[in-house]
């Protein structure tokens, strides 16, 4: 993601990893939030029928995985994808489900930015202008001072 961001790349994402910081870098209005936060997705994980409550809270959910399980992706083959539809159904570790209609809002918040080309193209530029904290060239020279502890050459 950092990667993309210095590339001018808009992100969706959840408050994890590399995301936090890119959202302080670059400024939540040209971050696309979704999702639960840390905490929470532990509490959640604390309920054994997390997924089933999930998928029977939201009918769009429901239909996407019903779609998935009809062979609708899949060429017709109802079990292509029978251990992924399973697993959300049962488990959902990464608590795709519980995120689902978080992420579908957050889509289309990127919709609506998307088709405000003039907010889109300030929103990359802004996301490459603020993302120089990933470039290689930083990383390196803080590995150098702080890790490895030595000094340009020139």
Same mark, same amino acid.
């Given at each position: 993601?950092? &990667?993309?961001?210095?590339?001018?790349?808009?992100?969706?994402?959840?408050?994890?990893?590399?995301?936090?910081? @890119?959202?302080?870098?670059?400024?939540?209005?040209?971050?696309?939030?979704?999702?639960?936060?840390? !905490? /929470?997705?532990? /509490?959640?994980?604390?309920?054994?029928?997390?997924?089933?409550?999930?998928?029977?809270?939201?009918?769009?959910?429901?239909?996407?995985? !019903?779609? @998935? /399980?009809?062979?609708?992706?899949?060429?017709?083959?109802?079990?292509?994808?029978?251990? @992924?539809?399973?697993?959300?159904?049962?488990?959902?570790?990464?608590?795709?489900?519980?995120?689902?209609?978080?992420?579908? /809002?957050?889509?289309?918040?990127? !919709?609506?930015?998307?088709? !405000?080309?003039?907010?889109?193209?300030?929103?990359?530029?802004?996301?490459?202008?603020?993302?120089?904290?990933?470039?290689?060239?930083?990383? @390196? &020279?803080?590995?150098?001072?702080?890790?490895?502890?030595?000094?340009?050459?020139?």
């Amino acid at each position: 993601n950092m &990667k993309f961001s210095l590339n001018g790349a808009l992100t969706i994402g959840t408050l994890d990893g590399a995301n936090v910081e @890119i959202r302080e870098l670059v400024g939540p209005e040209n971050f696309f939030l979704f999702g639960m936060t840390a !905490d /929470e997705v532990v /509490e959640r994980r604390r309920h054994p029928d997390h997924a089933s409550s999930a998928i029977a809270a939201s009918p769009r959910l429901t239909g996407a995985i !019903d779609a @998935i /399980e009809s062979g609708t992706f899949s060429d017709g083959d109802h079990g292509m994808y029978r251990m @992924i539809t399973q697993d959300l159904r049962a488990h959902d570790y990464f608590t795709v489900c519980a995120d689902f209609d978080s992420y579908w /809002e957050a889509q289309r918040r990127v !919709d609506q930015a998307w088709f !405000d080309r003039d907010n889109w193209t300030r929103m990359a530029a802004l996301n490459t202008a603020r993302s120089g904290w990933f470039s290689s060239d930083r990383t @390196i &020279k803080g590995y150098m001072q702080d890790v490895w502890q030595i000094t340009p050459m020139i």
